[in-house]
């Protein structure tokens, strides 16, 4: 699809294999990751790479079928980096010898020592002045490699693994035993830098020429047909619906589904975008009344979420309806939601919540898919959205989910509890803001809790709802950890909301990570 120049990760199940699409992005390198089932000499010749990743993973080469890939990768005169289970597949395939990790599996910090023998991927690697001239690197290994492939020489060692770094510089192939990918390998961004200077890229893959690229290609794809898109005043959908204007203009309309569980302001804030700023057509459908109807007495998340989820789609049919004649819709897929990540226990996940998207429509509605964001991580978006003009402070948005106020507000859900929630988590954002965290922070709001607690204000006893304060950090909703916000700053929030927000009189802060809490309450 894409006119850069390319390189392939190929996927062994590594936890970190994304982390390798990212050092590379930041050198403005173009990649994809594939699982390696996917990688055959037909997908090789297709792809024509210019230099090839071959990734971590949990197996081990002498597990059957053990994960692999065509020989005729080593033939294509192309650089190759091996990591940890890809250097020990390198070494097998090659020729070397592997062995079980009888006492020799090493996790976690390491020192490698160089060799006498320069080799062009360790430039600027081995300061004298640090670590006494060696340097760190992150190992997470069982199986290791105890012989060296013909062609092959050692260029660092360390205390648990003599062929930490080995390479033939003639064929251009490397072979490290740790994971330069990860933030504990302190120098692993220089590594991938050495790589891709070896390798030729340019470092050609920016935001502007993506901009220029991507347009090209959403005029190529709809021609003069029309198309929808679904707004959710998030930044994906956002972005996206931008960049298809400035492609297409007027052939594209968006659907904005008000259900009436957005946050404070924030219907009024996506219309006037949308509509003044960038005169782009607009259906504000408020459908608040039906929601909040169809939510009136339920209680369980799951069915809260999944009542949501189905009238979502059931709206946004009727309304793309009146649009007349469209062909195609239009989503703010990211990459992370494309990647096919390599399954080892075979079995499907356990659905911990059913997500709320728009999947399903495009069959049911006879569209095709636009999906112009499908290469991009969400920074990378957050890039392209600078890149179109949209507002900063639009662009840093915190993440915030389809299903909106209901996950939030645990419990039943009513017009005066939605209303009390709303004012608390303005207040909370505000002293976010004020205090100069919002940016830091991954994603923050309010909980209403189904308690009321009993206080005391002024003279009188009061008897109000307690609420919970979320704030975490994270890079990718995955994981997360809870903000250390200061005893000070959490404080002044308590006093705040009591005093400004009538409806709660008792504030918690929730200190619980993911996992083993997930980020919303429901
Ligand atoms: P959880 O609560 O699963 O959330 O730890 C992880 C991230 O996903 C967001 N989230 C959703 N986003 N539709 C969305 O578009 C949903 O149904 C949904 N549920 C949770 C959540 O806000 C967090 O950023």
Same mark, same amino acid.
């Given at each position: 699809m894409t006119q850069h120049d390319r390189l392939l990760i190929i996927d062994f199940g590594s936890q970190v294999t994304q982390l390798i699409a990212r050092r590379l992005r930041e050198l403005n390198v173009y990649c994809e990751i594939h699982p390696f089932q996917k990688v055959t000499e037909e997908f090789l010749k297709e792809f024509n790479p210019k230099a090839v990743i071959f990734s971590g993973g949990p197996a081990s080469v002498f597990a059957e079928n053990a994960p692999t890939v065509p020989r005729i990768v080593f033939d294509m005169g192309v650089p190759i980096l091996g990591i940890c289970y890809g250097q020990q597949l390198m070494m097998h395939l090659l020729g070397g010898k592997v062995e079980r990790g009888h006492n020799t599996a090493e996790f976690g910090r390491a020192f490698v020592t160089p060799a006498a023998e320069k080799l062009a991927l360790l430039d600027? $690697?081995? +300061?004298?002045? %640090?670590n006494g001239g060696r340097e760190q690197v992150w190992m997470s290994h069982g199986d290791h490699v105890s012989e060296i492939a013909p062609g092959f020489r050692v260029f660092g060692t360390s205390p648990n693994a003599p062929f930490a770094i080995t390479a033939d510089p003639e064929r251009r192939f490397f072979a490290v035993q740790f994971h330069p990918e990860v933030h504990h390998t302190p120098k692993g961004a220089q590594l991938y830098a050495n790589f891709v200077k070896l390798a030729g890229f %340019?470092? =050609? $893959?920016t935001m502007g020429a993506y901009k220029e690229e991507a347009i090209r290609q959403i005029r190529e794809q709809v021609g003069d047909g029309k198309v929808i898109c679904g707004l959710s005043g998030g930044v994906d959908s956002s972005v996206a619906a931008v960049l298809i204007h400035e492609a297409i203009g007027d052939q594209l309309t968006c659907v904005f589904v008000d259900h009436g569980l957005m946050r404070q302001g924030e219907a009024d804030e996506v219309v006037s975008m949308f509509r =003044? %700023?960038?005169?782009i057509p607009l259906?504000? +459908? =408020?459908e608040s009344d039906l929601f909040l109807g169809a939510l009136e007495g339920v209680s369980d998340p799951e069915v809260k979420r999944k009542t949501i989820g189905k009238l979502f789609i059931d709206v946004f049919q009727k309304h793309a309806h009146d649009v007349g004649g469209a062909e195609f819709l239009a989503q703010g897929t990211l990459y992370p939601d494309v990647i096919e990540s390599v399954s080892f226990s075979g079995g499907p996940s356990v659905t911990i919540k059913s997500h709320h998207n728009v999947g399903g429509l495009p069959e049911k509605m006879g569209l095709k898919l636009v999906e112009p964001l499908r290469e991009l991580f969400k920074d990378e978006v957050r890039a392209l959205g600078r890149e179109l003009g949209l507002p900063p402070k639009f662009i840093g948005r915190h993440p915030f989910p389809g299903p909106g106020l209901a996950i939030r507000c645990p419990g039943e859900i009513t017009r005066e509890k939605l209303a009390i929630l709303r004012r608390a988590d303005a207040v909370y954002i505000d002293q976010i803001r004020r205090h100069g965290l919002y940016d830091e922070i991954w994603q923050a709001f309010v909980a209403l809790l189904p308690v009321r607690t009993v206080g005391v204000m002024g003279d009188g006893r009061t008897y109000d709802y307690a609420c919970a304060l979320r704030a975490v950090t994270s890079v990718d909703g995955m994981t997360a950890d809870y903000y250390p916000f200061s005893h000070d700053f959490l404080g002044e929030t308590a006093t705040r909301i009591i005093n400004e927000v009538q409806g709660i009189n008792r504030v918690t802060y929730d200190i619980t990570s993911k996992p083993p809490g997930t980020i919303e309450w429901e």
């Open positions: 600027g $690697w081995f +300061a004298p002045e %640090t %340019t470092g =050609d $893959w =003044d %700023t960038y005169n259906i504000h +459908a =408020d």
